[in-house]
């Protein structure tokens, strides 16, 4: 019996720092900003880290090295980079034998430059990753208590199977719906929300979801507590986070910590998150482990290496946490 599943992307990436690299305000672009290199030159590069990475995997570490039975189920090409993401899951603990492993393509690979503040820009291969079999999943065979959904490159037909797979056997859902979620709107997946017991997303998110104003947070809320069944986990990035239980509001902030690079932080939260609900049912205590856990993932590259070990809260004072009845 698993404590918990996660199913989500799988990944390999590496993370590329030079000293040119430069960023720029670029009005034109999406962000308003570019990240720029000399053109026809050489660049020499002063870190490069290679690790696993992608919101399945990710998670699945934090549930394991929070002492959770963990498997994790994704997909990888039959290559040298999907076997090195099953070694390093294996290494945590984490069972890794309902993987899918396909050959016709490879596996999702991403290149992530990192300038001198720590913003990056992502090239993102996603090869194998969007090719999610619903039909290869055995649920059948697997026994948890709780299942975990992550990105699942849009596979509406995955998302709703694993949903009434744990409602007929009585498992406790969580999520935190990639983008290609979100695109089949509210229409098809407020029938599914229902069913989850924590769903956790960005503003932007929540904003898109539900089509409410970005900054009217309080009608997102009153929204969301209408449509999902349980507790909504909204994230703020520098803000800190705001949560919902229906009846409570909760608040707080984030620590004054340093930040090397920022990949992971929300799989960090998420996953901080559910660990500590699962410990302790307590949802302060849910957002202090989880701002401690994407605290510390941001002061190394790549999402899995500050993801903090069971009993270790981090070096920075808890965040306060405030909380309000509607």
Known sequence: MYDIVSIGSTTRDVFINADNFRSANMPDFSTGKALCFPLGSKIEIYKIVFTSG?????????????????????????????????????????????????????????????????????????????????????FGQLQTKWLFLDSLGGHYNLLEQAVNWAVANNIKLAINPGGKELDHGLEK???????????????????????????????????????????????????????????????????????????????????GFISEYIRSGDISKAIQFATANASSVVTQYGAKAGILKKDDWGPWPLVTVSSSSF
Request: one cysteine or more; charged letters at 25%; glycine letters at 12%.
């Open 54 to 138: 992608g919101g399945g995997t990710n998670t699945a570490v934090t549930f394991a090295k929070q002492g959770l039975a963990t498997a994790c189920i994704g997909v990888i090409g039959n290559d040298l980079n999907g076997q090195e993401i099953l070694n390093e899951l294996e290494k945590e603990g984490i069972e890794t034998k309902y993987f899918q492993k396909h050959d016709d393509d490879f596996t999702a690979y991403s290149v992530i430059l990192v300038d001198s503040l720590g913003e990056r820009t992502i090239l993102s291969y996603k090869g194998e990753g969007q090719h999610f079999d619903v039909n290869k999943i055995a």
């Open 189 to 271: 997946l407020k029938p599914l929300l229902r069913n989850f017991l924590i769903v956790i997303m960005n503003q932007e998110e929540a904003a898109r979801l539900t089509g409410i104003d970005y900054n009217e947070e309080e009608e997102i809320f009153k929204f969301m507590d209408e449509i999902i069944g349980g507790i909504f986990v909204m994230t703020k990035g520098p803000e800190g986070v705001v949560v919902s239980d229906g009846k409570n509001v909760y608040q707080a902030g984030v620590p004054d910590s340093p930040i090397v690079e920022r990949t992971g932080a929300g799989d960090a939260f998420s996953s």
